[in-house]
């Protein structure tokens, strides 16, 4: 099993920078996607972006350009820099991860990230 933390996230005026951290502990080695979903108040939750084992990367298109994420499996974090925050990123941040082996996803606990305008 799959521990994640997460931490930073806040309150910033548009056009700010956050920066949300995800930590892993447990049997991280099955792990093959780290990443984060948000949820917004009464939108479903949607996948910001995704880091593979391999290095790759996915954005959803409506943060492409503006957010970085980052994993480093020998730390078993993942980092998401967000930039040219808009108040329309306002939602919960969620870390997940998925696994090689099974269609089970791991899920921290969320973060706030409130952009005013």
């Known amino acids: 099993q799959v521990q994640l933390v997460e931490s930073g996230g806040g309150l910033v005026q548009a056009g700010g920078s956050l920066r949300v951290s995800c930590a892993a502990s447990g049997n991280t080695g099955r792990i093959y996607r780290m990443g984060w979903y948000r949820e917004a108040p009464g939108k479903q939750r949607e996948v910001v972006a995704s880091?593979?084992?391999?290095?790759?990367?996915d954005y959803a298109d409506s943060v492409k350009g503006r957010f970085t994420i980052s994993r480093d499996n020998a730390a078993k974090t993942v980092d998401l820099q967000m930039n040219g925050l808009l108040p329309e990123d306002t939602a919960v941040y969620y870390c997940y991860a998925d696994y090689y082996d099974t269609l089970k996803m791991s899920w921290g606990q969320g973060t706030q990230v409130t952009v005013s305008s």
């Open positions: 880091a593979y084992s391999d290095g790759r990367t």
